[in-house]
């Protein structure tokens, strides 16, 4: 079974995971992948703009932070909707 976009950006920002923080930035570009993979799934964006809302720090934010935010993230991914959402 292939993995879907989203699970594959996910598996790639967990593998970059070093050290105990992550570059505000780096989280929020991140964060805004996911968002616009997540399609028209309403649940995915409403998560990911609750993290985006409520990054802990002005430059960087702790990892701990970060890999919970993936998983809940991943969590809801399971029923992804791709088609884009209405403009």
């Known amino acids: 079974m292939n993995a879907s976009p989203i699970h594959r950006t996910i598996a790639n920002a967990r593998t970059a995971v070093n050290g105990d923080f992550i570059s505000t930035a780096r989280v929020v570009d991140l964060l805004l992948d996911l968002r616009n993979l997540a399609g028209?799934?309403?649940?995915?964006v409403d998560e990911i703009d609750a993290r985006l809302s409520s990054i802990?720090?002005?430059?960087?934010?702790?990892?701990?932070?970060?890999?919970?935010?993936?998983?809940?993230?991943?969590l809801l991914a399971g029923t992804v909707d791709p088609s884009p959402m209405p403009a």
């Open 56 to 74: 802990p720090g002005r430059s960087v934010a702790p990892n701990e932070w970060w890999i919970d935010a993936l998983q809940a993230i991943e």
């Open 40 to 44: 028209a799934d309403r649940a995915l």
